[in-house]
């Protein structure tokens, strides 16, 4: 019984450990800042829902599909208004999600591109913090500084174009997530 609590022990150990490890080692890939929550993504398909869509969206995803602009609205489109849209679901996740896979990957839309960053404005500049749902939902994260690749403020800027930007996060949220990360870690 001893001998397999201290085994226990050492399991949860060396998960710490590794899990250190393994964020310091996407640290120093990575190394900045969004509030000082670091993100990974497991790809595990949780934020798969129904993606706004711009129309350059639709024609990438047209090109990349062989089909019509047309035909892409009325197949996998709930609603076009002549300048954005949003990707159906079935059965709550989005229309492209296979299992955990996205068909369309190398096609999806910008709004994935960019997850699971939000564009905002502060002081008249485009940054990026953490979506709100992903503060809530997402399991890619853990405490620690991350540098957001140049990539992801190139689609924010086209994003912002299409679609306007959002509004801040509230910092408590921000400090839920600290919370839950910290009791998850220490268990
Ligand atoms: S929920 Fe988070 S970890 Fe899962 S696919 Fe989306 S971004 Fe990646
Ligand atoms: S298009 Fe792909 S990445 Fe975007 S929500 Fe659908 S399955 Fe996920």
Same mark, same amino acid.
């Not at 399991?11 to 190394?31: F, P, V």
């Not at 489109?77 to 059965?91: P, S």
């Not at 509230?170 to 990360?181: A, D, M, T």
């Given at each position: $019984? @001893?001998? /397999? ?7 949860? =150990? ?15 890939? $990575?190394? /900045?800042? =969004? ?20 129309? &350059?969206?639709?024609? *990438? ?22 300048? $954005?849209?949003? !990707? ?8 492209? %999600?296979?299992?955990?896979?996205? #068909? ?6 910008? !709004? ?9 404005? &502060? *002081?008249?500049?485009?940054?990026? #913090?953490?979506? !709100? ?12 500084? $991350?540098? !957001? ?11 912002? &174009? ?5 509004? @801040? =996060?509230?910092? @408590? @949220? ?6 839950? %990360? &910290? ?5």
């Amino acid at each position: $019984m @001893e001998k /397999s609590t201290s085994k226990n022990e050492n399991k949860k =150990t060396n998960a710490k450990i590794n899990l250190k490890n393994k964020n310091s080692k996407i640290l120093k890939i $990575m190394g /900045s800042y =969004t509030c000082g929550i670091a993100w990974y993504c497991k790809k595990c398909g949780g934020c798969c829902d129904s993606p706004t869509v711009t129309k &350059k969206d639709i024609v *990438n995803i047209a090109k990349y599909l062989g089909l019509s602009f047309n035909e892409v609205i009325e197949k996998y489109l709930r609603y076009f208004d002549g300048k $954005m849209g949003e !990707i159906k679901e079935v059965r709550g996740r989005c229309i492209f %999600l296979d299992k955990r896979r996205c #068909t369309i990957y190398k096609a999806r839309p910008l !709004i994935c591109k960019l997850r699971p960053f939000s564009p905002q404005f &502060k *002081n008249g500049k485009l940054v990026l #913090t953490y979506d !709100i749902w992903f503060l809530k939902h997402c399991r890619g994260f853990f405490i620690g500084d $991350m540098k !957001i690749d140049k990539k992801y403020f190139k689609y924010a800027e086209i994003l912002v &174009k299409s679609l306007g930007f959002e509004e @801040e =996060t509230p910092k @408590e @949220e921000f400090n839920r997530l600290k919370k839950r %990360l &910290k009791n998850a870690h220490e268990n």
